[in-house]
């Protein structure tokens, strides 16, 4: 579903993704790892398109990147630790919104079906400032799966929520998950990856330094096989 | 090329060639742009505000005699423009990038051309909004009757070009931290054809000069009018985009 070979990231004279290469097979829940400045989000605004690699071969639900953007972003949901709504809309307004530009077929009833999955039905006439930030992010969340993408992509979505209002998103998540979509997430909290996620991808220098499916590790040796990936101990 | 590549970079190009998306889009996002201010107002009662108070203070400042008044007009009133036009596209801009929503529209497959009109089309009916009304109030104002179907072409004219250039330019300076400061510094440079012509224009139809005169300047808006718009269809694709 994703197929990612030799990617190059460069800004300047700094080079951020140094030929990394990373697949990921449909249906799979992958959690990025790794510290900050390794290059995650960088590697998620390429894979959504919002950013053009250096060098290097990127693939989406079979179409290539940056050429056939356009595919790509039809098939592809974004959730980030900013919402991507609009304050001044109401939550049934900012998914209408979305709706009509990803043309979402029968708007209406998936809009009534997409607050009720992300527990919103009863605030949708609620304007998305007056929100608290877990509510926003369980909109974003429904913003993103709004089109039925084949793919998903959380950057770090925990980001900034209290621990009732990650709990919640967990549970999101995991539906999510259940309808056999494919998901990408990085995250610092590798108890909540370790609770979510089948595969854990540790990025460290602009390359996935180790990767581990989750049947094969305890999750209480994450910690460890994290580090040790951090700091180039597994290679 | 396998036969599974063949097909799938078809499939692409048929979801690229979607004209009705391109439409349906672009109205989506002047929808989205007309509901939130409808809410906030914030952007039309800060240009209005802003439009109102620049009038009065050269009305006061310069206490000018009926017959120079005319003269001066022009002038005035682009200024009045210019100024609150950019400060409607600086908050029509900022608006996208709060809480990431300029994110959230360049990850739509929309064609980004759609996005750019849309947001264009938005920020134009905002700027002829607040034109409508200072119109009246510097009529009152300044004893002088602005109301002349000239007058009011070239205003339109001069506007479509001022926001095309504006709302490009202005995308590209949200990305900064000084965007406030840096939108003008950029845009007055580069709009002072439309303006210069719109300003001339505009004192040809206010003194009565015959339309011969005033053709040449009102040729020159609409030629800014096209190459601004074409440049903008051309580039905002690369400007968006990291």
């Known amino acids: 579903m994703i197929d990612v070979r030799k990617l190059i990231k460069r800004f300047g004279l700094k080079t951020v993704l140094r030929g990394l290469d990373f697949r990921v097979q449909p249906g799979e829940f992958v959690a990025l790892l790794g510290p900050n400045g390794a290059g995650k989000t960088t590697f998620l605004r390429i894979l959504s398109s919002l950013a053009r690699p250096s060098m290097g071969e990127v693939r989406v639900a079979g179409y290539r990147l940056p050429g056939q953007a356009a595919a790509v972003r039809r098939r592809l949901g974004v959730v980030s630790h900013l919402p991507l709504l609009y304050g001044d809309l109401n939550a049934d307004e900012n998914l209408r919104f979305y709706g009509r530009m990803y043309a979402v077929s029968d708007l209406n009833q998936r809009v009534k079906d997409v607050l009720e999955l992300v527990g919103l039905s009863a605030r949708r006439r609620d304007l998305v400032r007056t929100y608290s930030r877990g509510m926003q992010q369980r909109l974003a969340i429904g913003r993103a799966v709004l089109h039925d993408p084949e793919v998903m992509l959380f950057d770090e979505p925990h980001t900034g929520l209290d621990q009732d209002a990650c709990n919640m998103l967990d549970n999101v998540l995991r539906e999510v998950a259940a309808r056999g979509r494919t998901v990408v997430m990085t995250s610092h909290d590798l108890a909540r990856a370790a609770d979510l996620a089948s595969r854990f991808d540790v990025l460290s220098r602009g390359v996935i330094a180790a990767s581990v499916a989750r049947e094969k590790i305890d999750s209480r040796d994450l910690l460890a096989f994290y580090r040790q990936a951090a700091n180039g101990g597994i290679t | ?242």
């Not at chain 2, 994110?103 to 009109?117: E, K, N, Q, W």
């Not at chain 2, 264009?120 to 700027?127: E, K, T, V």
């Open chain 2, 1 to 242: 090329m396998s036969d599974n590549t063949q097909a799938i970079s078809q499939k692409a190009q048929a979801e690229s060639k979607d004209s009705f998306g391109f439409f349906r889009a672009l109205a989506a996002v002047v929808w989205k742009d007309l509901a939130a201010e409808l809410r906030s107002r914030e952007l039309l009662s800060a240009m209005l505000v802003f439009a109102l108070l620049v009038i009065l203070i050269f009305n006061f400042a310069l206490e000018l005699d009926p017959k120079t008044r005319s003269t001066v007009s022009s002038g005035v009133l682009w200024v009045t423009f210019a100024f609150a036009g950019t400060l409607g596209l600086n908050r029509s801009m900022s608006m996208e990038k709060d809480r990431g929503c300029l994110d959230g529209l360049l990850l739509t497959p929309v064609d980004r051309s759609a996005i750019y009109f849309g947001k264009a089309i938005g920020n134009l009916i905002f700027m002829l909004l607040v034109e409508a009304i200072v119109l009246p109030v510097y009529t009152v104002l300044y004893s002088v009757n602005l109301f002349n179907l000239g007058l009011i072409l070239v205003i339109v004219l001069g506007s479509i070009g001022y926001i095309a250039i504006g709302t490009l330019l202005a995308s590209m300076a949200v990305h900064t931290r000084t965007r406030d400061i840096l939108l003008p510094i950029l845009l007055f440079p580069v709009a002072i054809p439309v303006l210069i012509a719109s300003v001339k224009a505009s004192a040809g139809f206010l003194g009565g000069i015959p339309i011969d005169e005033i053709m040449p300047w009102l040729n020159l808006i609409i030629a800014y009018d096209v190459i601004f718009i074409a440049v903008a269809y051309m580039v905002f694709d690369f400007i968006v985009e990291e």
